[in-house]
């Protein structure tokens, strides 16, 4: 999709219009709260579709909607987030990286409601590339199973209203990125060797672990993420890896960064007494459960 344009267009433009706007230009979306960032409908981006009726349908019973787009193969777009949380303020690191060549060729650049801003790049359809947080950094990456808020959507941040709104074009010569070398630039990860036989040795599926959690229903995620993080926590996975891996799960589950910090922090500083081991896939299945649903 030619990025700059539609954000260009959708300027000024109320949220229902602004979705007829991706729907017409073939972009998939799907409604999130008024206001927020929490998807409205059952599953999320998965939901997303660029057919027209079903668009029209979603914003004439929520007119205030604000606009979801998934990221990765769905859009044909990645972003990077440099977010603005408390102390955290991710331009630095975005600007180190920039320097590098890791991250100057980008299609658009849409500032987001916490005063941080949105960098979008064409996405590569022949590497896949998974979202990702780093947390201490201020950068998070939004790839294969993430979604991004877009304009002309609202947001209300620290009691202030704010809309993502276009604020800068590349050069015409926009490229993909590589997200797994902007990561090991930005936030160093063990050596593949180190981190293979960490994950062998403690036989965890974590992806499996976060993709249940992110399909929990509302008034579950809480519990759902806390209870995750235990098991992690149990099989010697450690609080940054458990935030890299379960964070963007639970940000797409609709819970918030604040929120999902501060669960992850408690579940590492409270966990007691020994518990059986989670197994997924090549042990025996799990012997916990959650509002008793097993999980194997």
Same mark, same amino acid.
């Given at each position: ?34 206001? !927020?960032? #929490? ?6 981006? #998965? ?34 987030? @440099? ?21 100057? /060729? ?54 202030? #209203? ?20 902007? $990561? ?14 960490? !994950? ?7 992806? /499996? ?8 229903? !509302?008034?579950? $995620? ?14 010697? @996975? ?25 669960? @992850? /922090? ?31």
């Amino acid at each position: 999709m030619d990025t700059v344009a539609l954000f260009a267009g959708v300027i000024g433009l109320s949220p229902r219009e602004g979705a007829a706007r991706f729907a017409a230009a073939g972009v998939p979306i799907f409604p999130c709260k008024p206001t !927020e960032k #929490r998807p409205l409908t059952e599953h999320g981006f #998965r939901d997303a579709t660029s057919d027209g009726s079903q668009i029209a349908r979603w914003w004439s019973r929520w007119p205030e909607a604000n606009i979801g787009m998934p990221t990765g193969r769905a859009s044909a777009v990645e972003v990077v987030d @440099i977010d603005v949380h408390g102390r955290v303020r991710g331009f630095a690191a975005f600007e180190l990286a920039r320097r590098e060549g890791l991250v100057d /060729r980008w299609q658009a650049l849409v500032r987001t409601a916490s005063g941080g801003m949105h960098a979008y790049y064409p996405a590569d359809p022949d590497r896949v590339q998974a979202s990702w947080q780093a947390a201490s950094a201020g950068i998070d990456f939004r790839g294969e199973g993430g979604y991004v808020i877009v304009p002309p959507s609202l947001v209300l941040f620290e009691g202030n #209203r704010s809309t993502y709104e276009l604020i800068g074009a590349g050069r015409g010569d926009a490229v993909s990125i590589d997200a797994f070398t902007l $990561r090991q630039f930005i936030d160093p990860r063990p050596t593949p060797a180190a981190s293979t036989l960490a !994950e062998a040795r403690n036989d965890v599926d974590t992806e /499996r672990i976060a993709a249940w959690m992110a399909a929990r229903g !509302e008034g579950e $995620r809480n519990r759902a993420l806390y209870w995750a993080a235990c098991r992690l926590a149990e099989n010697g @996975i450690t609080d940054q890896s458990a935030r890299n891996v379960l964070g963007p799960a639970a940000e797409h589950a609709g819970l918030q960064r604040a929120e999902i910090l501060t669960t @992850i /922090r408690s579940a590492y500083r409270t966990l007691v007494g020994p518990t059986p081991p989670f197994r997924i896939g090549g042990g025996s299945p799990a012997s916990r459960s959650l509002n008793g649903q097993v999980i194997s």
